[in-house]
């Protein structure tokens, strides 16, 4: 930790009774974000605290929570998530969601340019988490690389919604014009109005800004930088970067028109166009959500197979006369010759036939056409690989899949073995991996109503696991806990989550809180334990007791393990055994004054008796010094404020 994280006052400090502060991850003007834990839910947060010399600010105040307001709207895993918002006496802060990485900005300043691929996946992702917004009404109004945030797990999120609001309050003018000046869309430092095509406009310039490694427009003053972006046109970042292709020189131009009516409505229309050139360039995001796609049906004509006719050729049988002439020999001979004509010419014909059917068979007949081969299980490389070599054109379509690994090819449509014409476009289906769903916060809902919901995501569900809980009524349920498919840590839902299809889920319910054993006999407290399915230790502590009973329940011992107390555990009581009881100061051989002060300041009582006689009064009336005790009683341990007697005698 560095020396100024130490100066923090912030820094271990426990805010709001819940999240523990562990350091600081940046300093902005108007708040500072620390890393915390939170102790409920024993989770990482990220712990936003508006600066204390804003607190008194109304209107700082407003942003502050305008910011909690707008994000919490959002349902988006480009969004960053805000779980909470509060006020911890002078103290205001936001509860977001923790990434650790780094954020866009920092790193431009390490790589300078991005590759075309690394800017599709980053842009894709800003203009899907952008257009959550904009479908919710809400204009981000300060788009920049500072505020999006790379995951180290390869999450990209866009964040700090603390200038969003409602697109029907759109002025921004005087001291409310805080947009970063190198992103302001024209409009705000002409007209100082803003929508979601401002927040467009913003998103072009950092398009630029990946692909060229700067900002088009430069100026050593503010206003500089804003008088360019009024009255000049950005660049196509070709002319800085040659192997920026055309369609992304196109996107940044029509992102950034002058006139916000030139440019896209809004992200989603901007990300539907991405898409395009996404496709057109054959390069996927590699973060990128998985979308349901359509599998095309080819249209199959019928084929009519023209077959060669079978000529079924006879010789007419000849009756034999008994006598022949030689006219009738050679008109008989002549006909011999002219059958032996016919069959051949017939079986020129025949030929022919046969022929001309092989050869439109294997021309343009079925016998032309080629079946598409198998390609399952492999990736859409190999498969277009095979395609290609065998005459066709491929063409990746995406389909959501939990039996096929995503990226794998699960078919081809049409399907294999289907003859086709060579040049015919084949689809090859690929697996995009489960499907994603968002669920909702599930503590304190019924367990039905959160099982039919999972169930509805297509997770494998586990057993529920079930805790005793001070707060939620039993049958409540507690969170949710997911285990990823496809690998990684197992979180909490409570708060909502994203989830694929076919991750594992665990319910946790509530049993209700813990039976009140406290002042019941031994018996009564086991059956009301046993009772929820817990179990009873055989040996028990003892505990001494003012309030409770001797051998009555005082509670029970804390639980052997950390967390919540579950079903089937073994609990071990704690038994009254009375009043504690205390050493009596020892104070034969002392004057009476000084018997009675030791016996005072150990908290018992006093009284007097003696062998002379003189009634027990008298001992109070004798000069001190004249006084002795022999003997007091009882000398064993006793309760604060029993009485002790001092057997008394004359000194001396």
């Known amino acids: 930790m560095t020396s100024n994280q130490q100066a923090d006052p912030l820094i271990g400090r426990l805010v709001d009774g819940r999240y523990r502060v562990r350091a600081r991850i940046a300093r902005g003007g108007m708040a500072t974000v620390y890393v915390a834990t939170d102790l409920r839910l024993e989770r990482r947060i990220a712990l936003k605290v508006m600066h204390a010399h804003l607190s008194d600010d109304s209107a700082f105040q407003s942003r502050f929570i305008q910011e909690a307001r707008a994000a919490a709207r959002l349902a988006d895993p480009h969004v960053v998530n805000v779980f909470d918002q509060g006020q911890d006496g002078e103290l205001a802060y936001l509860v977001m969601e923790y990434l650790p990485g780094i954020t866009l900005r920092e790193l431009l300043r390490e790589q300078k340019r991005l590759t075309i691929p690394q800017t599709i996946t980053i842009m894709d992702a800003i203009l899907a988490g952008l257009s959550a917004a904009h479908r919710a009404g809400i204009v981000h109004r300060d788009v920049k690389p ?84 009024a009255t000049e046109s950005v660049p196509r970042p070709s002319v800085r970067n040659p192997s920026v292709p055309e369609q992304l020189d196109e996107l940044v131009l029509w992102a ?91 079986l020129v014909l025949l030929l022919a036939v046969l022929a001309g059917g092989v050869g439109w068979w294997f021309g343009s007949g079925p016998g032309s056409l080629i079946a598409v081969p198998g390609v399952a299980g492999g990736t859409y490389d190999e498969a277009a690989g095979v395609l290609t070599d065998a005459g066709f054109v491929p063409e990746q379509k995406d389909q959501f899949s939990v039996d ?51 169930g509805a995501a297509n997770l494998t569900i586990g057993d529920d696991e079930e805790y005793f809980d001070e707060e939620l009524a039993d049958g409540k349920v507690l969170n949710v806990r997911i ?120 908290g018992f009582k006093w009284s007097y008796t003696s062998d002379t006689g003189l009634p027990d009064s008298v001992w109070d009336l004798l000069a001190n010094e004249n006084t002795n005790v022999d003997s007091y009683s009882p000398s064993e341990p006793q309760r604060k404020g029993a009485t002790i007697t001092l057997k008394m005698s004359f000194a001396g």
């Open 146 to 229: 500072e505020n999006v945030l790379l995951a180290e797990d390869g999450r990209i999120k866009i964040g700090d919604f603390g200038l969003a609001r409602a697109t029907t309050a759109n002025t921004a003018t005087g001291q409310q014009l805080l947009g970063t000046i190198a992103y302001l869309a024209p409009e705000l430092v002409t007209r100082g109005t803003a929508d979601a095509r401002s927040d467009i406009y913003a998103l072009g310039i950092m398009l630029y800004e990946m692909l060229v490694g700067e900002q088009p427009y430069k100026g050593e003053q503010p206003m500089q930088i804003a008088f360019q972006h």
């Open 256 to 346: 950034t028109e002058k006139s916000p009516d030139e440019r896209p409505d809004d992200a989603g229309q901007m990300l539907e166009r991405l898409r395009e050139i996404e496709r057109d360039l054959g390069i996927a995001p590699a973060v990128a959500a998985a979308t349901t796609s359509q599998r095309s049906q080819a249209d199959s004509g019928d084929l009519t197979k023209v077959m060669p006719g079978t000529m079924v050729i006879s010789d007419p049988a000849l009756p034999a006369a008994p006598a022949v002439d030689n006219a009738t020999i050679l008109r008989r001979r002549a006909s011999k010759r002219r059958a032996r004509g016919a069959f051949l010419l017939t």
């Open 404 to 454: 096929v690994a995503k990226g794998t090819v699960i078919e081809t449509d049409p399907g294999e073995g289907t003859r086709l014409d060579k040049g015919v476009t084949v689809a090859v289906i690929v697996s995009a991996g489960p499907a994603s769903h968002k669920l909702d916060p599930v503590t304190g809902l019924d367990l039905e109503e959160v099982r039919a919901a999972l």
């Open 483 to 602: 285990t990823p498919s496809a690998g990684g840590d197992t979180f909490g839902c409570d708060q909502g989550c994203t989830v694929f299809e076919k991750d594992s889920a665990t319910i946790q319910v509530s049993r209700g809180p813990l039976p009140d054993i406290s002042d019941l006999s031994v018996q009564q407290a086991t059956d009301a334990l046993t009772g929820k399915g817990l179990k009873v230790a055989a040996e028990s502590q003892y505990q001494p007791s003012d309030t409770i009973g001797k051998d009555r329940v005082i509670g029970h011992a804390d639980r052997s393990e950390s967390g919540p107390w579950r079903p089937g555990d073994t609990v071990q009581l704690i038994i009254s055994s009375g009043p504690p009881l205390f050493d009596v100061p020892k104070v034969d051989g002392m004057t009476r004054n000084e018997a009675t002060k030791a016996l005072d300041e150990a």
